[in-house]
């Protein structure tokens, strides 16, 4: 007997910055044609160089329709949250987003839940640079007592972020916490670095439960996450350091990569 076959992917992809051109070009390398990249989102069309030949170049959300998606991923900055989501939520049956800086908001948050309620899609919040956050999900079933995630990065990486102003990154000769707090106040302060504690802190308990320790270290040869959790279901320990993208050290090469993989998995027969 035949098996039907199943009809490629139809991805589209809001913008088109390191993160998403490392995406393209891993899906260029790994697709068997069972994904398409069928439109890129920009905000400026003379920055969009090197997209994927016969790819649609769009500026606006109303360029969504007619597209017939499976799944928009965006990967272009909070703002692009807002003004993307609820057009995206309408014309795909999913949306997954790596700003998750932008749900520090809770009422963007609560707007994008509402439109995916009302159009029958789903929200996805990919893993970013993480690892464990299944398992977090999972303990949350069972009360969580607590949950720290405490990011390490070289000092050049926190560069052109406010951490300018709160410790002397270029003279660190040993690892310096120049910030502690909630989940909430690390994303909103320092979105480009501390996005991925919006992840931790969905995944657990909350954006203002979540705490967050922001650390620059002269020795850190990556971008560094350790997690722990406790609670009802006992202790969770993980610790990952990421290799930067080589084009910008802000963000971790585990970043595209999880996007890929959430992004394969909606086309996979085995799903893991």
């Known amino acids: 007997m035949t098996m039907p076959s199943r009809k490629p992917l139809r991805l589209a992809l809001i913008g088109w910055g390191a ?4 995406v393209a ?3 260029a390398e790994r697709s068997n044609g069972d994904i398409t990249i069928v439109a890129i989102a920009v905000r400026n069309p003379d920055a969009a160089g090197g997209i994927p030949a016969g790819t649609k170049l769009i500026t606006t959300p109303d360029e969504l329709t007619g597209l017939d998606l499976d799944l928009i991923v965006e990967a272009a900055g909070r703002e692009a949250v807002g003004i993307w989501g609820e057009a995206a939520l309408a014309h795909a049956p999913a949306f997954a987003i790596a ?4 749900f520090c908001d809770d009422a963007l948050l609560d707007r994008l839940i509402a ?6 899609s789903q929200l996805l919040i990919p893993p970013g640079a993480l690892a464990g956050i299944d398992g977090i999900a999972a303990a949350a079933l069972l009360p969580l007592d607590e949950v720290v995630h405490r990011i390490v990065k070289p000092p050049a990486a926190w560069r052109g972020t406010s951490a300018e102003s709160l410790t002397a990154l270029d003279t660190l000769t040993e690892p310096m916490t120049f910030f502690s707090g909630t989940a909430r106040e690390a994303a909103s302060r320092f979105p480009q670095n501390a996005n991925v504690a919006v992840i931790s802190a969905l995944a657990g308990i909350g954006l203002d439960r979540t705490r967050v320790e922001l650390v620059a270290d002269p020795a850190a040869s990556g971008n560094g996450h350790q997690l722990s959790a406790r609670g009802a279901f006992g202790k969770l320990d993980i610790a ?3 290799r930067p993208l080589a084009s910008n050290p802000k ?12 992004i394969e998995n ?3 027969t085995l799903v893991r």
């Open 115 to 120: 439109s995916a309620d009302s159009q029958g």
């Open 19 to 22: 993160i998403n051109r490392r």
């Open 25 to 27: 070009e891993l899906l």
């Open 99 to 102: 700003s998750t800086s932008a």
């Open 240 to 242: 990952i350091e990421n």
């Open 266 to 268: 909606r086309v996979r």
């Open 251 to 262: 963000s971790s090469e585990m970043t595209a990569l999880g996007l890929v993989r959430l």
